[in-house]
């Protein structure tokens, strides 16, 4: 996914009233995707699960990404919400 998908994505979060599990394993996020899904799932209170892929060997993106989303993580259930 491209970051423009993922604008677009994030855009989309604070109006979903059902989406419950989002899972982007198989898109390679990169920094400006993350910022912009933190943006959209602060506004988004019925998500409950969010799986990501981040690459292995990149430690300071996934600390990053972490730091981002953790607000929101920590809402979600702990159970399934992962960075991976």
Not at 14 to 27: A, F, G, R, V
Not at 63 to 71: G, I, N, T
């Amino acid at each position: 996914m491209t970051a423009a998908g993922a604008i677009a994505l994030a855009e989309f979060l604070p109006e979903s009233t059902s989406l419950l599990h989002l899972d982007l394993t198989e898109n390679m996020l990169d920094i400006a995707g993350v910022m912009a899904l933190s943006s959209g799932l602060k506004a988004n209170h019925v998500m409950r699960c969010l799986d990501l892929n981040i690459p292995p060997a990149d430690e300071e993106f996934a600390r990053y990404a972490y730091f981002l989303l953790r607000e929101r993580l920590t809402e979600m259930n702990q159970g399934c919400a992962g960075i991976f």
